[in-house]
């Protein structure tokens, strides 16, 4: 099991960036590839993007793709997503998971550690 830590949420105007950070700890953070879910109120958890063990593979919900950019950095054991352009569409909670397998998988059953969230609210 890893734990981890989810920093850098917050209240941005429509268009404005935001920058989410995952801190990993209590195993080998290459060992896992990583993703990013959120859920709006009276919705149920949707991918948002996702990224390999190595780093060289990303893949992206169609709303976001062109927007938000997942990266990672192995010797900090820390994942990124890069919100640009953002919309008030995008408010939920956003949640960092950890799967120990290679694939940038989008299934949401697949992972099987999770954040506790950070709040992620545009207004218009």
């Known amino acids: 099991q890893v734990q981890l830590v989810e920093s850098g949420g917050g209240l941005v105007q429509a268009v404005g960036s935001l920058r989410l950070s995952c801190a990993c700890s209590g195993r080998t953070f290459s060992r896992y590839a990583m993703g990013w879910f959120r859920q709006a109120p009276g919705k149920e958890r949707e991918f948002v993007a996702a990224i390999s063990r190595s780093g060289g593979v990303t893949r992206y919900q169609d709303s976001v793709k062109g927007r938000f950019t997942i990266s990672r950095d192995n010797a900090k054991s820390t994942v990124y997503l890069q919100m640009n352009s953002l919309k008030p569409e995008d408010t939920a909670v956003y949640y960092c998971?950890?799967?120990?397998?290679?694939?940038?998988?989008?299934?949401?059953?697949?992972?099987?550690?999770w954040g506790q969230g950070t709040q992620v609210t545009v207004s218009s």
């Open positions: 998971a950890a799967g120990e397998f290679g694939a940038a998988t989008t299934t949401y059953g697949t992972y099987d550690n």
